[in-house]
């Protein structure tokens, strides 16, 4: 079992840049593929990122490609998300996301209790 937290969310420009931290409970952590997801009000839950175990596979969803960047500390037990470029549309709570196994995309196994990221002039 690992308990993920989540940092860093607020409000940001359109255009500004916002990064997330999410630190886990457990050095497990270091083994896990770990991304991140985010939900809007009225929207489905939706993939935004994952990372590897040791960074090897990195994944992103089309909408944040190019904008976002998904990174780990597996010595602090930290998954990061950097966002550039924002968008009103990016606007959701943000869930850190950890799963047992390799790949960056299917079920997770473990979620943060999430953070609000607005963007808004």
């Known amino acids: 079992q690992v308990q993920l937290v989540e940092s860093g969310g607020g409000l940001v420009q359109p255009g500004g840049s916002l990064t997330l931290s999410c630190v886990a409970s457990?050095?497990?952590?270091?083994?896990?593929?770990t991304g991140w997801f985010r939900q809007a009000p009225g929207k489905e839950r939706e993939f935004v990122a994952a990372i590897s175990r040791s960074s090897g596979n990195i994944d992103y969803a089309d909408s944040v490609k190019g904008r976002f960047t998904v990174s780990r500390d597996n010595a602090k037990n930290a998954v990061y998300l950097q966002m550039n470029s924002l968008k009103p549309e990016d606007t959701a709570v943000y869930y850190c996301?950890?799963?047992?196994?390799?790949?960056?995309?299917?079920?997770?196994?473990?979620w943060g209790q999430g953070i609000q990221v607005t963007v808004s002039s």
């Open positions: 996301t950890a799963r047992i196994g390799s790949a960056t995309r299917g079920g997770y196994d473990y």
């Open positions: 457990e050095s497990t952590f270091k083994t896990y593929t």
